[in-house]
């Protein structure tokens, strides 16, 4: 993290400390402040075999949420070589909750739950490499941002298996969100300045907020060429929408536009849910040990 909003989290961390963190913090915005996990077992896009059905009655919510990790172990073994590693302990997926309104996928626009890609969009997508795919493995950049230890996906589109813990800090005029999943924050300034000059492009984008009623909106632009959001390019604009709607829960609203890539824009709705606890680094693989493994068994099989 640069140094600069390093020392900007610290004072945020302290102002939280300061003030407390009640429903309404001591300067008057909402207080969407804590540890959250956006952890859920609803797919990013409704399935094929549920097309139709936008929503989840109590008791199909209640067994989907109860048999998440065995689904999720099924497709694992299904689809990536694995040898008793990946088990509830590991991985998160039990723990996670089906969004406000049980919609049968995060995306409830389109009303058919599906990304409404261009084929030029569609075609990069496809193209973006992916974890548990086959994959070259001649040079490091053959592997994923993810692999690499670079960046996430972003925003907060959850990790189907782990990592989906966030923190907000807030104090007067700046919220800060921190991931847990490659330790990224972004410092949003709340004072409508201007967005940096469009030569400015970042992973994690520029973002710009303001309160809007009980809603903080949070607006981000400026990516780079390589984030491959979902196949986008850096034309990618995206609004974000925290509404605190009991002590334990946000609901989370992001609507996507880009249209070198998708035919319109599309919204995605989840739950933030209360994690309690700190937020612990995850500290990826130190000094890409695991990437020059990585290397090393793409070698060993090329020999065999």
């Not at 001591?26 to 952890?39: F, H, K, V």
């Not at 925290?242 to 880009?258: G, H, K, M, N, P």
Request: hydrophobic share 35%.
């Amino acid at each position: 993290m640069h140094r600069l909003g390093l020392a900007l989290l610290v004072a945020l961390s302290c102002a939280t400390t300061l003030f407390g963190s009640p429903q309404t913090a001591p300067w008057g915005d909402p207080d969407l402040q804590g540890t959250w996990s956006n952890q859920t077992p609803t797919p990013v896009e409704r399935p094929e075999a549920l097309a139709g059905k936008s929503t989840l009655t109590e008791e199909e919510a209640a067994e989907f949420e109860k048999t998440s990790l065995d689904r999720l172990l099924t497709t694992f073994a299904k689809e990536v070589p694995v040898s008793g590693e990946l088990n509830g302990i590991w991985l998160e997926t039990a723990t996670g909750k089906v969004p406000p309104g049980r919609s049968t996928s995060l995306i409830v626009e389109p009303l058919d739950g599906r990304i409404p890609f261009t084929p030029e969009g569609r075609k990069r997508w496809e193209a973006v490499p992916k974890i548990g795919q086959p994959l070259k493995a001649n040079v490091p950049a053959d592997r994923t941002e993810a692999e690499r230890c670079l960046t996430t996906e972003g925003l907060l589109i959850p990790n189907p298996f782990y990592n989906n813990v966030f923190e907000i800090v807030q104090a007067p005029g700046y919220v800060a969100i921190v991931t847990e999943m490659m330790h990224e924050t972004r410092i949003i300034p709340l004072d409508r300045r201007p967005h940096v000059g469009a030569g400015v492009r970042m992973w994690i984008g520029d973002s710009r907020g303001w309160w809007e009623g009980e809603t903080l909106v949070v607006e981000t632009t400026n990516f780079n060429d390589r984030k491959r959001f979902r196949g986008a390019t850096e034309g990618l604009h995206t609004l974000e929408r925290f509404t605190r709607l009991d002590d334990e829960t946000i609901e989370y609203r992001l609507t996507v536009t880009d249209p070198a890539t998708f035919s319109q824009s599309w919204t995605l709705v989840n739950g933030l849910h209360r994690a309690g606890g700190d937020l612990y680094e995850v500290g990826c693989h130190e000094g890409n040990i695991g990437l020059r493994g990585i290397l090393a068994g793409a070698r060993a099989q090329e020999r065999q």
